[in-house]
DNA sequence: CCCTCTATTTCGCCA
DNA sequence: TGGCGAAGTAGAGGG
């Protein structure tokens, strides 16, 4: 299930990585010094650190603080165990980078075989617009669905809809305050909207938006509706 | 400098996590299932998982794919220890949200002191525009830098300069192909100039673009500059 | 605090 | 594989 190796030499955790990579859960704590070279450059020095290799090749260095890993290589990395100096590579092509972290003295590795779990994430943007879906009247009276996801040169639009004036409505749903860039987002698709439909509406559908965001909208010709998905099931519960 | 406590009980446990949380980096191996409640909600069902708590209070939960943690907590979280059932909570205001990891077998508990190391990243987009502050001509000739970092209550322009003809001309920079989105951002701050300064220029500074992007950038009257900052200075170089 | 934006973003989805 | 946008985005920087 698991194991664990206190100070080894290099040739014992030579042995032990090989053995674990793409295989097990591997976490290293070590001195270590660090070189990033491809989409950006890093330089990291000797200290003692974290790192982490997982079965899908993902490779996470972390220091004593920040959710964030201070160096990291994405799944897929192909991961390579160097003697001398001891060395964890990890490469990847496309885009051409690789990460190389130095070990100077290993405090411990650990290994371990992990089944994942079920996981399930409520609450995010997908409920909103299904929310609206089941029921277009949250926007406003005689608001009929046209198509989800309706993609666009521009982008791909959340909603499309019409209104009981027969006018296409083009929505934009952001689950947290509305900013500028959500007006833009839906700009773009209103200018792809106007010479698709002619004359059509751009509505921004939020919980709040922020001053500049409002002004911009206005400036646009675009609108705003205010809701907040969470607040109104409870109001239909109650 | 590190220790390591295997298949402790609980009641070992928690001394051990009380003793060091804040203090040390930890990393607990064990059969958990985690609830996390607060901007979303999530539910993960009994598995083994590493769970990372470092000294600021962030909380970092891995399953054995992908860079990202299944669940985490970001830093200045408090964390709790509860011993029945024996649980590592994770609460934060502002947002308020909790996360909520039960201990169902712990394999394994480390904790280590680590030092931060130091650590130098280079390539990202400030580089990209100081390059063009140093030599403006790298975008054209006679162009003069006026500001970099401009204000506006449209969002912040990257640099705004002045061409050869005395036109003002805003410039957003991506180090990476534009996008759709970039093409937005600069049209948002065009809108403002033309207010501001009456006739000036949109300049989208990038190594490339995608087609889409291309075509909404010309419907707007918007400019594209290829500019790839690692060719130029191999270019200076060589 | 809020606003705005970058990120070695990562991740998922879809043509 | 590339385009596009969300994310419990995180993190930085400025007002």
Known sequence: ????????????AYQFLSNSIYNRLITVFADCDIIYEGRA???????????????????????????????WQPPGTKILIIK????????????????????????????????????KLEGDEIDFVNA???????IENGLKIIQREYRTP???????????????????????????QAVSQLHRYVIYGHKQFGKCRGLLVAPSITENALNLLRNLNLEFKQLNIKAKITQFVS
């Open 132 to 138: 609206v879906i089941k029921n277009p009247n949250l």
């Open 1 to 12: 299930m698991f194991s664990i190796l206190q100070e080894p030499d290099f040739s014992q």
């Open 84 to 119: 001398e100096p001891f060395t964890i590579l990890g490469i990847r092509r496309k885009p051409k980078e690789e990460l190389r972290i130095r070990l100077h003295n290993i405090y411990y590795i650990t290994s371990a075989l992990v089944k994942d779990g079920e996981f």
């Open 154 to 180: 521009y982008g791909i639009v959340d909603l499309l809809g019409e209104d009981s004036n027969g006018i296409k409505v083009i929505m934009e749903f952001k689950r947290r305050r509305a900013s500028l």
């Open 41 to 71: 450059s890093s330089i990291a020095t000797l200290a003692p650190r974290l790192i982490i290799i997982k079965l899908d090749g993902s490779l996470i260095v972390h220091e004593n603080v920040k959710r964030e890993p201070l160096n």
